[in-house]
Every structure is written in C-alpha cells, then in structure tokens.
C-alpha cells in the first residue's frame, strides 16, 4: 500500500496510515476490532480510503463471525487446509459459488449457519467429508497428518516424530476408491 497520497481535503499535506485498536459491540458483545485509517500531516483531518474501510469491514466480520460462534476466515483456511482441498474444489465441494471460499477466509462475508454445521461435519465426522466429495464429484487425496510429514533428500517420506518410530502401528491407511486417507488412532 503506498503511504505517497495526497490529502484530497486541503490538497497539501500527505496521508499516513494508522491502525488503532476499537473496540464494537455486537449482541451486547464486546470485540476489539481493527480500525485502520489515515491522518493528514497537514491538515490533520481523518480518513478511510476503501482499502482500510476493507479492512476495517473484515474486521468486524470476523468479530461477528466469533459471536455468533461461526468459523472465522482463519479457522476456514485452515480446515480447507487439513482436508487439503483449493478453494475451487472446496466450493464445489462445499457449494456457495466460486469466490465463496476467498471470501469466507478473508472475513469478506459470513458464512451461513448451515455452511458452518458442514463444515464442522466434514472436519469432525468420519466419512462425512469423502461423501460430500462423492456427491459432487471432486476426487481429493486427503491426508489427515496430524504430525509433520518429513520427505528426506532422498525423497523418504516419514510420518511422525524422528524420536519414536515406533509410532507407526498408530497409524491406519485406508482407501477410498482413488482416494488415501490416513487416520491417528
Ligand atoms: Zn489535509
């Protein structure tokens, strides 16, 4: 973001940019929520440009988002992550379009209640995920690491820690049509 604009209300000092912590109240809710703007170095007048009202929008999405007790942008990406799917197959997936998963992981919009029960579902209930996979017809190689998975110079690939490979036999391979899914018992 360029810091070199002009103020368009006296037209001579410059905008810098400011992020201050506010606070918003949202179904008698207190959340701190970042407000981004900009002072005039001349003029000292405040404004927003419609990146920081962007910003400041997400904000309070995501604020919203966590009392209404909805996944927020973050804990959208990372589950979109865990079962290793991009946001055009997640959409497919999921429905909701194909922007819907930028906008959910950027605190662009809220999902609705019923989009975040399927998601809980496909996170937390054994299958639910591979059969909303079935249903729309997108093929996804999920791995469920709990650990890291370490690939050596020589392109080894080991699952778990270094320290204890006995850790092995904790794991179980299963196989689902195309698909590998690898669970922690
Ligand atoms: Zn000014």
Partial sequence: ????????????????RHKEVA???YKNESKSVNDHFSVCDS?????????EMKLNKRSVIKA???VEGLLTGEEVLQMR????????DASKIFGGGPVAFSK???DDVMQSVAMDNIFRLAMD????????????GVSV???NVIWTARVSESGYVSFGSNDNSSNESAWEITHYENNLVLESH
């Fill in 1 to 16: 973001m360029t810091t070199n604009r002009s103020c368009p209300i006296c037209g001579k000092g410059l905008l810098q």
């Fill in 81 to 88: 992550k865990t079962l290793g799917v991009n946001q055009e």
């Fill in 125 to 136: 209930v054994p299958g639910a995920f591979e059969y909303l996979c079935k249903r729309s």
């Fill in 104 to 106: 959910y992981e950027k």
């Fill in 43 to 51: 003029c000292g007048v405040e404004q927003a440009d419609t990146g």
């Fill in 23 to 25: 606070f918003f109240t």
């Fill in 64 to 66: 919203k988002k966590e």
């Fill in 141 to 143: 190689r999920k791995i």
